[in-house]
């Protein structure tokens, strides 16, 4: 089974570092934007899936990526990044329009950049900044949370095949 993941979210949130983190197990503290999409596909064993991951441009608004992009993803990561509150300053507006826009998929809403945060600041972060509850909390660039998340993530994907 293919376990098909759009990662999508504001400029700069971390998208491309997650890809790169999770297809090719590294990290650079350059920034070069992404143009246009990227796709990448990763054998699970264990699970014996194949997680097919795409990377698209940042948009500031959800309704301007095209939405060719939402077509039959099993799951859509909502990535923020919790040290900038202007990417998810739509939050709310973001998620009312991928909900009615895309389908069946699993939505969920990533935070990034964990490792620039104390567990303090985090709190207060959320508790002041987010009208929303994060789904989880993950760092591309240490790796923190993030395959304990895509596991999580393909466990409820199968889940939800086996149950329709
Ligand atoms: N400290 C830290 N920096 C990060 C992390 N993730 C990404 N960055 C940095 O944030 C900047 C933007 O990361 P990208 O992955 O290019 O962001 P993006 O969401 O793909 O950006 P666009 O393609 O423009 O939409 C880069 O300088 C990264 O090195 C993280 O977990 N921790
Ligand atoms: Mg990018």
């Known amino acids: 089974m293919t376990v098909e993941v759009l990662l999508t979210g504001s400029f700069g949130v971390g998208k491309s ?7 090719h197990d590294e990290f650079s503290n350059k920034y070069y934007g992404t143009m246009g999409v990227r796709v990448n596909e990763k054998i699970l064993e264990d699970q ?4 097919k991951l795409w990377d698209i441009a940042g948009e500031i608004q959800q309704r ?3 939405k060719i992009y939402f077509a039959k993803k099993t799951i859509i990561l909502y990535i923020v990044d919790i040290t900038r509150p202007f990417t998810f300053r739509n939050i709310l ?7 009615a826009n895309v389908g069946e998929s699993i939505i969920k809403i990533i935070g990034n950049k964990k490792d620039l945060l104390s567990e303090a600041e985090l709190i207060e972060m959320q508790q002041k900044e987010l ?5 989880a909390i993950v760092s591309a660039k240490t790796g923190e949370n993030l395959s304990f998340l895509f596991n999580n993530l393909i466990e409820e994907a199968l889940l939800k095949v086996k149950n329709t």
């Open 64 to 66: 301007k990526v095209p």
């Open 17 to 23: 570092s997650i890809f790169n983190r999770i297809i």
């Open 93 to 99: 507006e973001d998620l009312q329009y991928l909900k």
């Open 131 to 135: 009208p929303v509850t994060l789904d």
């Open 48 to 51: 014996k899936v194949t997680l």
